[in-house]
């Protein structure tokens, strides 16, 4: 592959690179975007998926800029967030976090936004902004408890993995699927295909 297909996710998530490589993409570099995540006030969350997304894409841009390896690379980035209408909900780091996000989705419609922005080779930046909306079943004090003891919400956006256990919880998703776990694969291919980027060039031996 040419240099000016060379592709970084600016990404420290495994669940990213997973879904990646489902559509045949494995980027020639990772390189995680260490941004401050905090809303700002009164922001609302498809507001701060869309900002997250463009500040993790350009802080990695800034910092390849004199990589001659790289300089024209494509850049993508991505950010995801949960929301009760404008309420958002924080990436769950402890168990309080998760058991008050829980109660909150328990029985109830949430929405999953992601921001995705690409950087392309000319400098030019591309956005989009993806919307899932989810239903959880009321969740029992037994579900609840040993979701919570399952430690699968750590790090996770709304305090749930719906690629793991709390899939059994939903009982109804309008949107992308991908878009929920992190990276929305059909607008993630979309936008590097109408960009120039050879989202197909590898199908052919992939094996997929
Ligand atoms: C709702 C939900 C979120 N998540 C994850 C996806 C994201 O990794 C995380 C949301 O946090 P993000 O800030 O979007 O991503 P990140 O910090 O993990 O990775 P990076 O910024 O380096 O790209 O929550 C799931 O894995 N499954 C889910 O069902």
């Given at each position: 592959m040419s240099d000016q297909h060379k592709f970084v996710l600016a990404s420290g998530s495994p669940r990213r690179l997973a879904l990646l490589s489902q559509i045949g993409i494995e980027p020639d570099r990772l390189l995680p975007a260490d941004v401050d995540e905090s809303p700002l006030r009164a922001e609302h969350p498809r507001s701060l998926a869309r900002r997250l997304s463009r500040l993790k894409a350009e802080k990695i841009a800034h910092e390849l800029r004199?990589?001659?390896?790289?300089?024209g690379a494509y850049i993508m980035a991505a950010d995801t967030v949960v929301a009760v209408g404008r309420r958002i909900l924080p990436k769950a780091e402890i168990l309080d976090d998760a058991a008050a996000c829980l109660r909150l989705l328990s029985g109830r419609s949430h929405r999953v936004y992601t921001g995705l922005c690409l950087i392309t080779p000319q400098g030019k930046q591309r956005q989009d902004l993806i919307e899932t909306r989810v239903r959880f079943k009321r969740l029992s004090r037994e579900e609840l408890e040993s979701y919570l003891a399952s430690?699968?919400?750590?790090?996770k956006a709304g305090g749930?993995?719906?690629?793991?256990?709390?899939?059994?919880?939903?009982?109804k998703l309008v949107g992308s699927y991908s878009n929920v776990v992190g990276l929305p694969l059909y607008e993630t291919a979309s936008l590097l295909h109408g960009e120039g980027y050879p989202v197909y060039a590898n199908w052919q031996s992939s094996g997929h």
């Amino acid at each position: 592959m040419s240099d000016q297909h060379k592709f970084v996710l600016a990404s420290g998530s495994p669940r990213r690179l997973a879904l990646l490589s489902q559509i045949g993409i494995e980027p020639d570099r990772l390189l995680p975007a260490d941004v401050d995540e905090s809303p700002l006030r009164a922001e609302h969350p498809r507001s701060l998926a869309r900002r997250l997304s463009r500040l993790k894409a350009e802080k990695i841009a800034h910092e390849l800029r004199n990589d001659p390896d790289f300089s024209g690379a494509y850049i993508m980035a991505a950010d995801t967030v949960v929301a009760v209408g404008r309420r958002i909900l924080p990436k769950a780091e402890i168990l309080d976090d998760a058991a008050a996000c829980l109660r909150l989705l328990s029985g109830r419609s949430h929405r999953v936004y992601t921001g995705l922005c690409l950087i392309t080779p000319q400098g030019k930046q591309r956005q989009d902004l993806i919307e899932t909306r989810v239903r959880f079943k009321r969740l029992s004090r037994e579900e609840l408890e040993s979701y919570l003891a399952s430690g699968e919400w750590r790090g996770k956006a709304g305090g749930y993995a719906i690629q793991g256990l709390a899939g059994g919880f939903v009982v109804k998703l309008v949107g992308s699927y991908s878009n929920v776990v992190g990276l929305p694969l059909y607008e993630t291919a979309s936008l590097l295909h109408g960009e120039g980027y050879p989202v197909y060039a590898n199908w052919q031996s992939s094996g997929h």
